[in-house]
Structure formats: C-alpha cells, structure tokens
C-alpha cells in the first residue's frame, strides 16, 4: 500500500513552547490529509481535515488558533502545537487517501504517530 | 456518520478462530462497513471491507447479515502478533474521506 511517513516519531518539549509535526505521503499524491489525537487506551480523535492550498476544517472542539496545519504540497502536511502545554501531550497521527490505490473505496494510509511529551 | 458499538475487549489463545462482532443498527443504504488494526504505538491499518454478505482476503473475512445492522471481523488462527485494537467503522463513500473511529475492541492473544 502507500506509505506515509511521520517526523519525529517523538518528541519532548517544555510548556510553552511551540512543536511541529511533519507528515509526507511518500509514494504519492495527496490532497487531503487528515491528522488525529490518541490519548492513552483511547480511540483516535479527529482533528482537522488538511487540504492542500487551502485553509484546513476543524471539527469542533479543536482549536484551530492552537493547531496550526498547514498543506503546502501535495506530499507534505504540517501540524503545528503552539504553546504546548502538558495536556496536550498525545499520540498525534496523519492519514491520507491515495485515490489511486487502496483496496477500499475510503482506506486511509495512516502514518506511524508522533508521541509529544510536554513537559 | 453511522454510530458502531463494538466490545471493549476479548481474549484468546493462539491458534483459536476470533470473531468481533460490531453493531450498527442505523447503518444507511449507501453505507459500507470497514475494519481497521491498530498496534500500540502505531498508526491504524486497514484491514477488510465490505457491503454485504460475505468478504474474505488474505487476512481477515467480513460476516455481514441480509440486515446490514451488524457485522463480524474474523481472524482465523491468531497469533501474539494480532494482539491489536480493531476498529468497525461505517461511511458512505459519498460523502467525505472522513473517519470516524469508536472506541474500538482490544484483543488480547496469549501463548
């Protein structure tokens, strides 16, 4: 299947400061990506929806001011926590949809995660 | 979005057959039925679709009922290796590639 990577896989920052999340689609394009948090022992949450050169869709309860997404390119999706605070550490993990691929009318190919630890 | 219930959890032993059922009692006409794996510390992986009937791929086989109301994941012979968290999810592929999960059920296979 497609590949999407994600970097760092981790991170630890102190509160207060601000991180960035890369997420790439390697082998292909992608012009909607979608970045979700996982709290321990929970289910994935949907943030936002990145789409590429255009302003991301937030679902509610997220603040949009707080996660920065920026969709460049059609391969590279960036999310950005700012003044991170210790409640916001999580597993943080982008999908995206190669609509060339996949056996599935809607599969995702999901990156590996990013684990932000704030201190 | 059809709403999916699906157990918190199962055990098992290695080489046992394991059937997760999920229940989608308002599922819509154009909805499909997706499961995905999740390993800890990683991202979600797709595993099987289907509509109706029966699916079967190298992996896994889908059980779907006439009624559409509920489905069961099957994973013949599992090993330590499938010690996962399995996600039902519904959509209608004509709306948005969103994806909403549920809370999922953690299985656990022991030696």
């Known amino acids: 299947g497609a590949v999407v990577s994600q970097h760092p896989s981790w991170v630890i920052c102190k509160s207060g400061t601000s991180v960035k999340i890369e997420c790439r689609s390697l082998?292909?394009?992608?012009?909607?990506m979608f970045w979700y948090r996982q709290f321990p022992k929970q289910s994935l949450m949907l943030m936002a929806t990145s789409n590429e050169g255009s302003k991301a869709t937030y679902e509610q309860g997220v603040e949009k001011d707080k996660f920065l997404i920026n969709h460049a390119s059609l391969t590279l999706s960036t999310l950005t926590v700012t003044s991170a605070h210790p409640e916001d550490s999580s597993f943080y993990i982008c999908?995206?949809?190669?609509?060339?691929?996949?056996?599935?009318?809607?599969?995702?190919?999901f990156g590996p995660g990013t684990r932000l630890t704030v201190l | 979005l059809a709403k999916t219930t699906q157990p918190i959890s199962m055990d098992s032993y290695e080489g046992q057959e394991v059937n997760i059922t999920c229940s989608h009692n308002n599922i819509a006409t154009n909805d499909y039925i997706t499961w995905y794996q999740q390993f800890p510390s990683q991202g979600p992986r797709f595993i099987i679709q289907?509509?109706?009937t029966k699916v079967t791929n190298e992996v896994a086989s889908l059980f779907i009922p006439a009624d559409r109301k509920s489905s069961t994941l099957s994973l013949p012979r599992v090993s330590l290796s499938d010690t996962a968290v399995y996600y039902c999810?519904?959509?209608?592929?004509?709306?948005?590639?969103?994806?909403?999960f549920g809370t999922g059920t953690r299985l656990q296979v022991f030696p």
């Open positions: 999908s995206a949809r190669d609509r060339d691929r996949g056996a599935a009318y809607n599969e995702q190919f």
């Open positions: 999810l519904v959509g209608d592929k004509r709306n948005t590639d969103k994806l909403i």
């Open positions: 082998d292909f394009q992608a012009t909607t």
């Open positions: 289907g509509y109706k």
